[in-house]
């Protein structure tokens, strides 16, 4: 269990768009750094980059397997799908 497997860290910067008033996933990005995807997050914050929103993802991935593990959110800005208030 565990020894021998090929499990490598992904940081993954998903942002979201509007089509019409429907909230889509953009292409998913893969950083090779989470300081990179927290600079995608920024450009997000000063308005260079055009997005309803976005999240900043860790997550660890056995690619020989294709086994995901739980994702840890480590960002979140803007619209994001399953955030907004069910009130």
Not at 12 to 23: E, K, M, S
Not at 49 to 64: I, S
Request: with cysteine; net charge negative.
């Amino acid at each position: 269990m565990g020894v021998g497997m090929a499990l490598a860290e992904r940081i993954v910067f998903q942002p979201f768009l509007w089509q019409g008033a429907v909230l889509r996933a953009g292409a998913p990005i893969v950083c090779p750094s989470v300081e990179d995807a927290r600079r995608r997050v920024d450009k997000i914050r000063t308005g260079i980059l055009h997005v309803a929103g976005a999240v900043v993802v860790r997550m660890e991935v056995d690619e020989e397997i294709g086994d995901y593990g739980e994702p840890e959110y480590l960002e979140q800005i803007g619209h994001v799908p399953g955030t907004e208030e069910d009130a």
